[in-house]
């Protein structure tokens, strides 16, 4: 009995032990400085309104999470506008080939440029990524008639296969009652005159059947036509919020001042599209310091950025 009551109390004791280990492992989790999540806060109001663009482009809802004693990471996707209707998995007509050349053209020079650490121009980028979404825009109704004419000429590909078939059907028909008699003069006039039909319904599924082999062609043409410029605008998009970035964090980088200059500042941005990967910014805390303090620019504060994708 004695036995009993000692392990009783012995199992008592333990359990009160750990009672209070759990407690002390629970209350050993350090909290966020309030001031702290103020400054993070703050920034993360900045940054949404900096990586949106008045047309309605940008970013959805930037997230912040803080990892302790290492930095702050800003989360957010680029969404909305042109880049969703661009990744919607619809053909696009093909643009005029001299304008999607000089878009090319500016976009690689722009984001040369900007991984470079050059200056940027915003205004040109802004009306690069206007005339490309106002180009695609335009071509919105062509896109429904090639939609439009290709289920056309799908319907009218089966009508004439259909009326081919039950042609040939009837002609089965009477070949068979030839086969075991003779036929009379209505019969065979039928006859003769489905040969001729059905002459003339091969001639026509043929014809059918090259004009949709073409539209097919033509229509997987341009959606891979879309695909290359929605890639191209999402890449100038990338620029674009890497450059307001490190202009953002030049222009109000001082309201992080709970963070120490040891510490990190990134931006995580999801893409869209096939086989897309999520692109990283990560500014070192002092450089931005002396970029707010005038030091060095944001062109330069973006080039010493570690840029990665994931």
């Known amino acids: 009995m004695k036995l009993v009551r000692s ?3 012995y199992s008592r004791v333990l359990l009160t032990a750990g009672l209070v280990t759990a407690a002390g492992m629970a209350q050993a989790a350090e909290p966020v400085s309030p001031k702290l999540k103020q400054n993070l806060d703050i920034m993360r109001d900045i940054l949404q309104k900096s990586l949106q663009s008045p047309a309605g ?33 619809q053909p696009m ?3 005029d080939p001299a304008l999607m050349a000089r878009i090319n053209a500016e976009a690689a020079r722009v984001s040369q440029a900007a ?13 690069l990524t206007s005339e490309a979404e106002a180009a695609a825009e335009s071509m919105l109704e062509q896109q429904e008639r090639l939609g439009d004419q290709l289920r056309e000429l799908r319907d009218q590909k089966r009508d004439v296969e259909r009326e081919l078939r039950d042609v040939e059907r009837e002609k089965r028909d009477i070949e068979f009652t030839q086969k075991v008699g003779k036929l009379d003069e209505s019969q065979q006039k039928q006859m003769n005159q489905l040969q001729q039909k059905q002459k003339e319904l091969q001639s026509k599924a043929q014809e059918m059947q090259t004009k949709y082999t073409a ?3 033509d229509y997987r043409k341009k959606r891979e036509e879309k695909q290359k410029l929605a890639e191209q605008q999402q890449a100038e998009m990338v620029t674009k ?8 964090l030049c222009d109000y980088g001082a309201g992080l001042r709970e963070l120490n200059d040891s510490q990190f500042v990134a931006l995580k941005l999801q893409t869209r599209g096939r086989n897309s990967s999520d692109v990283y910014w990560v500014f070192n805390k002092a450089d931005i310091n002396a970029c707010v303090t005038g030091k060095t620019t944001a062109a330069n504060l973006l080039k010493k950025a570690t840029y990665y994708n994931y």
């Open 7 to 9: 392990l009783s109390t």
């Open 215 to 217: 539209a097919e062609a």
């Open 115 to 127: 991984l470079a650490g050059l200056e940027v121009d915003e205004g040109a980028l802004e009306s």
């Open 57 to 89: 482009r940008g970013v959805s809802d930037i997230d912040v999470s803080y990892v302790m004693g290492q930095g702050v990471l800003f989360e957010t996707r680029i969404e909305g506008g042109f880049d969703g209707w661009m990744f919607s998995g």
């Open 241 to 248: 919020v890497g450059t307001n970035m490190a202009q953002t």
């Open 93 to 95: 007509p093909g643009m």
